[in-house]
């Protein structure tokens, strides 16, 4: 509907009846004070006249009186997003109220060029996550990225937790200022990587990540999550959010600290009762029933469970706290693997399993520390004796790979992990939740295991499938390719630190 159009029409129909309602008072006057023969002509003939003047007088003052406003609604209209192609208004040609609504429309152009300014500032402010209310604002430490690496953008929360103050954390490399250590090499850089190389778009998340103490601010424990998008027009790559556990975490290590040093206690009665059980076996095998020979077995089998329980948890605790060296000397694998097995070999007996163990033939000698060597073997052989279920086989095998690793496994038929469980089957305390009451454990061995075999410049890993069995294996580097690295040490073993936290790479590349 056309305002200006009603406008005009109820405008013209009251200057309408103006100018005829005064001129049949001025003819109803004029006819009354003549009464000729020809009066009723004139009388008739003057309405008309009247009429006739009035159309056009109303419709030429509503034009004239209507033109201030037509201007102004034309600007409006001309500077309006929503509408196209309107003209600016011809002020010159107005000939009533042309100094105010000059003045007028000056005022809605100056006021449009606020609004769009203000507007155009809002977009950039918008775009510009430094101005973001919720970046600003968010409780949670956050950190934007450019391609890199950069940080762009830190907000208040994230320049508290580490102590550094947001200008002094622009345009540094996140790596300079996060120094970050993670529970596996699945680390931020490696994810990054991967991200910037075969994806547009990538989302991970990592668990109980340290960030490492600096310029005497508190060691830090956190879960990270990140995105990244590739090629984002405003330079924003990749976004960090952590969230706080040190509380949390902290607890668990103190924990682990806690029984460490209780159970250190237990290690002097534990050998000695160990011990007594062998002089027992040595001066009574065959000379006792086979019932009370078999309970000398089962005393046996559980003295060496709870001295690997013992040895778990002192190892753990050593390497929590980077204490756990290994020193790692030339050896024969078969025969380390088989000494191995035969000091678990009684434990699966007392359970009914049989251990089977192929070695592949030309087997090259391997650099590995013996005794935390043999709790990975220990641990693995453990959990697939206790995740066995009615299963009575184990099988162990040994062989070389396509890159010249040595490589063993140790397979079960038993319960089977759930693919939810993966992820964090590794993670110090982490137990499968639905075997957690039929299986005993404290779920350190895996984590043990990971990180001793990490120092040995190996890789463990696992298949598994629910309700078939699971299959964990580990890769050992001949020592032919220590060798050199021995050479250059000087001395006939290498020592390497054992620990759970592995650093982003790219802190030592830049």
Same mark, same amino acid.
């Given at each position: ?6 406008f005009?029409?109820?405008l013209y129909?009251v200057?309408?009846?103006i ?5 049949i008072v001025?003819?109803?006057a004029?006819w ?9 002509y004139w ?7 009247v ?8 419709g030429?003052i509503s034009?004239?009186?209507?033109a ?7 600007a ?11 003209p ?13 609504v ?12 606020v609004t769009s300014?203000t507007q ?7 775009k510009d996550? &430094?101005?973001?209310?919720?970046a600003?604002?968010l409780?949670?430490p956050?950190f934007?990225?450019?391609a890199?690496e950069n @940080?762009?953008? +830190?907000?208040?929360?994230a320049a ?5 103050d947001a200008?002094?954390l @622009?345009?540094k490399?996140v ?14 850089d490696?994810?990054l990587k991967?991200?910037?190389?075969a994806k ?6 990592w ?11 508190p060691?830090?424990l956190f879960?990270l999550?990140?995105?990244y998008?590739r090629?984002?027009p ?9 969230f !706080?556990h040190? &509380?949390?975490?902290?607890?668990? !290590?103190?924990?682990i600290?806690f029984?460490a040093?209780s159970v250190h ?8 009762l160990r011990?007594?059980?062998?002089v027992f076996?040595e001066?009574?095998?065959d000379k006792?029933?086979?019932e009370l020979?078999?309970f ?19 190892n753990?605790?050593?390497?929590d706290n !980077?204490q756990?060296?290994?020193?790692l ?13 035969d000091t678990?070999?009684?434990? +699966?007996k007392?359970r009914g ?5 192929r070695?592949?033939p ?18 693995l052989?453990?959990?697939?004796? &206790? ?10 095998d040994?062989?070389?790979t396509?890159d010249g690793l ?5 397979q079960?038929y038993?319960f089977g992990?759930s ?11 982490y ?5 957690? +009451?039929?299986?005993g ?8 295991? &990971?990180?001793?075999i990490t ?6 890993w696992?298949?598994s499938k629910? !309700?078939?069995?699971?299959?964990f294996g ?11 690295e021995?050479?250059q040490?000087?001395n006939q073993e ?9 650093k982003n790479?790219?802190l030592y590349?830049?």
């Amino acid at each position: 509907m056309d305002h200006l159009h009603i406008f005009r029409r109820h405008l013209y129909q009251v200057v309408f009846a103006i100018l005829i309602g005064q001129g049949i008072v001025f003819i109803g006057a004029w006819w009354l004070t003549s009464h000729g023969n020809l009066a009723i002509y004139w009388l008739i003939g003057g309405c008309a006249f009247v009429l006739i003047f009035s159309l056009l007088l109303a419709g030429l003052i509503s034009q004239l009186a209507s033109a201030p406003l037509t201007a102004i609604r034309q600007a409006i209209l001309h500077i309006s997003p929503s509408e196209h192609g309107i003209p600016a208004p011809q002020l010159n040609q107005l000939r009533i109220g042309r100094e105010l609504v000059v003045n007028l429309i000056g005022q809605i152009y100056e006021f449009n060029d606020v609004t769009s300014k203000t507007q155009a500032l809002a977009e950039i402010e918008q775009k510009d996550i &430094k101005h973001n209310f919720i970046a600003q604002n968010l409780p949670l430490p956050l950190f934007i990225l450019d391609a890199a690496e950069n @940080i762009k953008f +830190a907000n208040k929360a994230a320049a508290d937790y580490i102590g550094i103050d947001a200008p002094n954390l @622009i345009n540094k490399n996140v790596y300079m200022v996060l120094d970050m250590s993670f529970t596996s090499t699945n680390t931020f850089d490696t994810w990054l990587k991967k991200a910037k190389i075969a994806k547009a778009t990538f989302v991970g998340s990592w668990e109980r990540v340290r960030l490492n103490a600096r310029d005497n601010q508190p060691n830090r424990l956190f879960d990270l999550a990140a995105y990244y998008n590739r090629g984002n027009p405003d330079h924003i790559e990749t976004i960090l959010v952590l969230f !706080d556990h040190t &509380k949390t975490y902290s607890q668990d !290590d103190q924990a682990i600290s806690f029984v460490a040093l209780s159970v250190h206690e237990l290690r002097t009665p534990l050998t000695l009762l160990r011990g007594y059980i062998e002089v027992f076996e040595e001066e009574l095998r065959d000379k006792v029933s086979p019932e009370l020979q078999d309970f000398m077995d089962k005393m046996n089998s559980q003295a060496e469970q709870l001295m690997a329980y013992v040895n778990n948890i002192l190892n753990v605790a050593r390497v929590d706290n !980077d204490q756990l060296e290994l020193h790692l000397q030339e050896a024969s694998w078969p025969v380390i693997l088989k000494s191995a097995i035969d000091t678990i070999s009684l434990r +699966a007996k007392v359970r009914g399993i049989t251990i089977h163990c192929r070695i592949a033939p030309d087997l090259p000698t391997v650099g590995i520390d013996r005794l935390s060597i043999s709790e990975v073997i220990n641990n693995l052989l453990d959990n697939a004796i &206790k995740y066995s279920g009615n299963s009575q086989v184990i099988n162990v095998d040994t062989h070389l790979t396509k890159d010249g690793l040595v490589e063993t496994t140790v397979q079960d038929y038993g319960f089977g992990i759930s693919s939810s469980i993966m992820p964090n089957l590794f993670t110090k305390f982490y137990r499968d939740h639905h075997n957690r +009451a039929q299986v005993g454990g404290n779920g350190l061995g895996l984590y043990l295991s &990971k990180a001793i075999i990490t120092a040995h410049g190996g890789n463990l890993w696992v298949r598994s499938k629910e !309700d078939v069995g699971s299959t964990f294996g580990f890769t050992l580097l001949p020592y032919s390719r220590l060798a050199e690295e021995i050479k250059q040490s000087g001395n006939q073993e290498l020592v390497r630190g054992a620990h759970g936290w592995i650093k982003n790479h790219s802190l030592y590349r830049r």
